[in-house]
Structures are given as structure tokens and as C-alpha cells.
């Protein structure tokens, strides 16, 4: 061979590959920069579509839209502001977050994203019911919250939809006092309050032969030794006691508002404000009766309704509604991402999460400390440690993916880049089946194709992705605002405002209402109205009382005021957006013996926070049944 033929030495080709990398790693020292813009941009990127992701689900089901999401149980009115700084201004070395010298809780529960953890109205219909167990007494339609896991430790309450409300009653006659006869048969999905504004307001609600419990929700004026003031009673239970047998007609229950309310000092009512509902009564076995519902599922995440409930229908001035669920709960923790994935034949039961970076056992949270994983559910014998900080639910039964049966892996986890794989776990049969543990604590096979299943799971790097919405419909407040309330500037001297702002709640910043109508003076003394205009409600500099509002000005330059010569000058505040936020914090911080210093640590920390946030408009669909 000659010399020209002669190929390349394996030595020559060493020295070529090694100047090749000490060339490589000189540039790449030269722009460290670049490779962080393009992991950050990478960041913002998954962020940007988990939010996205959460949002076309809210989306795509408006009726189940929850009526408000309010600070989480325990956490001060004055910490309760839509920021992502800690509740509290004092954290003790064992993670105890205090306010005031009054300890809250742990402070991962009431930080970032967790401070809005509480659900109020979330409907959903009721299924046909299904076995969901080994046990036939595990037969019922299966309600799974939107959010989970839910928080066992928070209240937890099942309703109806809202009943039709009216101002008189209908043509009849007192049986006694407290029973009213209608002339004719009346329905049994309307509530009737007269004399709102009387000092006596009185509220008629239907009965039957049995017990009924209703929750009342409604603001009204009191009176004390400081004035008047508006307060809002929330969810007030009111106990119908049973009348008469089922072969005579039902009459209406006087209940005496005043006396529920347990406020001597209520002179009036707000009739608009009215809400009431059915309450579900949770029991161990079902009877004839449709609302009824028991708690299921290892953490009690799931509500098994009675399967009456499925064929059951409340009278209604429009006709017969089929019954409805309204839930009102505390999400566990932001933290833990929720994800739903249906199997098919295809992907042979693998899939891939939005995230990936999945926790680890080893991995300390940011203060430095080790999470057990998801409680109360990732204790369950099932579940393998390797694949904590993950769990599958089968929204079919309400079950759980087992991770591992008779100590052979069923479930593993890739958790640098989020792959699940889940094992057959019966080779013996045709096609590939999963082990379900069932709400009964009895555990089956299925087939996995076709089956729905919600990923519940954490990632590194303290993510979160919540909702947080205007409220679905506001009411005006004398005074300062709370949850669910307006106030209109200037009208209580004592208070103040801008006379063309319109005042909400601090949690309310950059949210969407609509309103219906609005009566205002333009600069000429004119009086004006403005219809089916939507407002965003935003902070705006040097404001004299430091809330967000919406401004007439935004609309017409001119507007001085509001018109009071109406006799309300604003008409159907609705709440129209819903905004979802995903953060995440890569940072980490040290607990020490220094209670103020590790909340300093902490509140330090929370601005290292990166956020990603959209704003869907959409209003909440009401459930009147």
C-alpha cells in the first residue's frame, strides 16, 4: 500500500478529538450566560404550559368552576393577600409558621400558592352509579374533586345546586305558625324570603317526612353600639325538622332568619345575596333517601352519592332538574400537581408527565428538611418508596394504582425525566392489566386500555400550579370589602375612596368582573349608564385606601360619580376570569433557633419565587337544583 492510500492512526485521531474539546470548554466558558437564558426560557416554557394545561380544563367545564377560592383555613385576614410572601412573621425551627404570637401551621400549608387552598362551590353531576368496590355495598355515583388531594383536616361540606328564591309566598294558607299550606302542590326546589328589609325577615323552605338540612348563605345589616355594619353569613346550617307522613301534602317550614343567624342585632337582609342549598348527610349505608354520600378512597378523596340520587329530581319553576353536587373543600397542598392520563393499547401503559425532576426520598425540601411524600395517601402498604411523591388514581372506581403486589414492582418511575411504566400485572391474561386497590381496601385487575387515571405528583424545585378567581357573583358592602364584596368610593365618610372607583379585595387584583349595569354623573351633571361592561381590577398608585378597583374613567373620562338618585346605582357584579398560576423556586434556606430570623429566611426565599400566569374569562355556570 502506498503511502497516499495510508488511512488515519487511532493516536492521530485521540489528538484531534481532545484539541476538539479543550476548544469546546474554552468557548463554552466564555458564555455561561447563554446556557442559563436557555435553561431559564426552558423553564418558563413547562411553566407556561402547565398553566395553560389547568386552564382549557377549567375551561371546558364552567359549571363546575368553583363560586369563589378563598385563603386557607387559618390564615390571617391581614396575610390573606394574593402574593406569594408567607402567611405569618414568625417560623420555628421545626417548620411552625406563627402570626402575631399565634402559630398557624406548617409553612409550606400557608406559603406561595397554598394560601388560597379552600374550595366554596364546586358543582358537579351526578353520574350513573357504578360499583366502585368488591363490597355491593361500594355501589353509588362517584364525585372526584377537581383538585386533589383534599386536606382531612379542614370542613368539608356536600351540598345541592342553589334553590330558586322568591319573595312571596305562593296562595295558601298558615297550618300554624311556623307551617304554611300552599293552595296548590308547590315545587321543591325554591326558597321563599319575606320581609327582608322588615327586621323580621322570615325564610320558608320545603319539607317532607323526613329531616332536611339546608345551608343558608346570605349578607345582612346589623346593628350594634358602634352603628350599622355589613356582614356576610357563610354556609349557615339550618335543620328542617320532618312534617307530614308521605301521604299528605308537605307544607313549608317558617324558619325565623334572626334566630339561625344568631345575630339579635340583624334589621335587614340582602335578598340578592340569597343562597340556599340542600345539604347531603354523610352516612355509612345508604337508605331510600338520594342525598346522602359516604367518603371514599384511602385518603378520603372521593364522595360515593347515594345511587338514588342518579334518578332523583327536584321540582323546579322551569320543570324537573335532575339533582346536582356542590363541594366545599381545602386542597391538601398546590405542591402536589395533578395530571390526568388515559391509557390506550399504544402506549402499552407508559406515559409521560408534564414534569420531569420528579422528588426524590433523598432530596431535602428547601428548608432543608425531608418530605414523606404525599400524605395521607403515599402511606397506603401498596405503595413502593422508589416511587414516592407519585400516585395513580383511577377515576373509574376511585382507586389506586398499586405500585407493587406481594412485593414485586407494579409501578416504575424514570424521575429524571418523568416516564411512568406500569408492569403487567397478570401476564397469565389477555392483554395488559393494572392492580387497582379499591375504596373497599379489596384490590382487582383491569384491563388498562382505555382507562383514565389521575397522576397526583411532586417535582423538585418547590413547583406549584393553582387557580385563583374572581368571586362568581359580588354584592356592595357599606364599608370595607371582604370576600365576595364591592365597595363604592366615597360613600361612607368614615371609609372614603375615589367617587368613580369601585373597591374590592385585595386576592382580587387582576381578576375580570362583568357588570351589568352602572349609573353614573358625567362632568356635565348628565346622568348616564353604562351596560355589559367587563372591568379589570387592578392596584393603581397613591389610591387613598391602598385596594385594587375598577374605574369608571376607564370607560368615559368624564365620570364624576355614581348616580344615587337610582336606588342602586350598580347592578350584577359577576366575576369573569379565572387566572392560573404555576411557580417555581430553586432556591433553599436554613432554620435555625431564630423564630423572626427564619421568617426573614423565609419571606427571602418566596422572592426567589419565578412565575408564570393566564388569565382565562370565563363565568361560572350557576347549578340550580
Do not use: C
Amino acid at each position: 500500500m502506498s503511502a497516499r492510500k495510508r488511512g488515519t492512526t487511532l493516536v492521530e485521531v485521540l489528538v484531534v478529538i481532545v484539541i476538539f474539546l479543550v476548544g469546546i470548554l474554552a468557548i463554552a466558558q466564555i458564555f455561561p450566560g447563554g446556557f442559563q437564558v436557555l435553561q431559564v426560557t426552558r423553564l418558563k416554557l413547562q411553566a407556561d404550559n402547565l398553566a395553560r394545561a389547568e386552564s382549557e380544563r377549567l375551561k371546558a367545564n364552567p359549571a363546575g368552576l368553583p363560586e369563589m377560592i378563598l385563603p386557607s383555613y387559618g390564615l390571617p385576614d391581614e396575610a390573606a393577600l394574593a402574593s406569594l410572601s408567607p402567611g405569618g412573621n414568625q417560623l420555628a425551627s421545626d417548620g411552625t409558621l406563627s402570626f402575631g404570637g399565634t402559630a398557624i401551621g406548617p409553612w409550606m400549608q400557608f406559603t406561595g400558592l397554598n394560601k388560597f387552598r379552600r374550595i366554596v362551590g364546586e358543582a358537579h353531576v351526578i353520574s350513573a352509579p357504578r360499583q366502585v368496590g368488591s363490597n355491593p355495598a361500594e355501589f353509588g355515583s362517584l364525585v372526584m374533586p377537581q383538585h386533589l388531594p383534599v386536606d382531612t383536616t379542614a370542613p368539608f361540606l356536600v351540598t345541592g345546586g342553589a334553590l330558586a328564591r322568591q319573595t312571596t309566598l305562593p296562595p295558601g294558607n298558615p297550618r300554624t305558625a311556623d307551617l304554611y299550606d300552599a293552595a296548590a302542590d308547590i315545587d321543591d326546589g325554591t326558597a321563599y324570603l319575606v320581609g327582608a328589609e322588615s327586621g323580621a325577615p322570615a325564610l320558608y323552605l320545603p319539607s317532607s317526612d323526613a329531616p332536611r338540612a339546608y345551608r343558608l348563605s346570605i349578607y345582612g345589616t346589623v346593628s350594634g353600639p358602634g352603628g350599622t355594619r355589613e356582614q356576610y353569613f357563610r354556609s349557615v346550617p339550618v335543620l328542617v325538622p320532618a312534617t307530614t307522613p308521605a301521604n299528605e301534602r308537605f307544607p313549608l317550614v317558617r324558619v325565623d332568619v334572626i334566630a339561625v343567624l344568631g345575630e339579635a342585632g340583624l334589621v335587614a337582609v340582602n335578598f340578592d345575596s340569597l343562597r340556599v342549598t340542600r345539604e347531603y348527610r354523610e352516612v355509612t349505608a345508604f337508605s331510600n333517601e338520594p342525598y346522602e354520600f359516604r367518603r371514599v378512597g384511602p385518603g378520603a378523596y372521593g364522595v360515593l352519592v347515594n345511587p338514588v340520587a342518579a334518578s332523583a329530581f327536584v321540582s323546579h319553576a322551569s320543570g324537573r332538574r335532575p339533582l346536582s353536587v356542590v363541594l366545599d373543600y381545602q386542597v391538601q397542598d398546590w405542591r402536589v400537581l395533578n395530571e390526568d392520563v388515559r391509557l390506550n393499547s399504544a402506549d402499552r401503559a407508559q406515559f409521560q408527565l408534564s414534569l420531569g425532576s420528579l422528588r426524590t426520598e433523598s432530596l431535602a425540601g428547601a428548608d432543608g428538611r425531608r418530605s414523606a411524600g404525599i400524605e395521607p395517601i403515599e402511606t397506603l402498604p401498596s405503595q413502593r418508596p422508589a416511587a414516592s411523591f407519585l400516585i395513580l388514581i383511577d377515576l373509574d372506581t376511585g382507586g389506586i394504582v398499586e405500585e407493587q403486589a406481594n412485593g414485586v414492582p407494579l409501578v416504575s418511575v424514570n424521575k429524571p425525566i418523568g416516564l411512568v411504566t406500569l408492569t403487567d400485572a397478570s401476564p397469565s391474561q389477555t392483554g395488559h392489566q393494572i392492580r387497582i386497590l379499591l375504596p373497599d381496601g379489596t384490590s382487582r385487575v383491569f384491563e388498562s386500555s382505555g382507562r383514565a387515571l389521575r397522576a397526583l405528583y411532586m417535582a423538585r424545585d418547590e413547583w406549584a400550579v393553582a387557580p385563583l378567581k374572581a368571586a362568581a357573583q359580588y354584592v356592595s358592602a357599606p364599608g370595607l370589602p371582604t370576600a365576595g364584596q364591592y365597595y363604592i368610593g366615597g360613600t361612607n365618610p368614615g371609609v372614603g375612596g375615589v367617587a368613580t372607583r369601585i373597591y374590592f379585595r385585595g386576592f382580587d387584583d387582576g381578576q375580570k368582573v362583568s357588570i351589568s349595569e352602572v349609573a353614573y354623573i358625567d362632568g356635565g351633571g348628565n346622568a348616564r349608564r353604562i351596560t355589559g361592561q367587563d372591568f379589570v381590577i387592578e392596584n393603581r398608585v397613591n389610591d387613598p385606601l391602598g385596594l385594587p378597583s375598577l374605574d369608571l374613567r376607564e370607560v368615559d373620562a368624564s365620570a364624576t360619580g355614581f348616580d344615587f338618585s337610582t336606588t342602586n346605582p350598580v347592578i350584577g357584579v359577576k366575576g369573569a376570569s379565572v387566572t392560573v398560576r404555576a411557580v417555581w423556586n430553586r432556591g433553599a434556606f436554613t432554620l435555625g433557633a431564630d423564630s423572626a430570623a427564619n421568617a426573614n429566611a423565609l419571606d427571602k426565599w418566596t422572592r426567589q419565587f419565578q412565575r408564570r400566569a393566564v388569565m382565562t374569562q370565563v363565568q361560572r355556570s350557576e347549578v340550580t337544583r
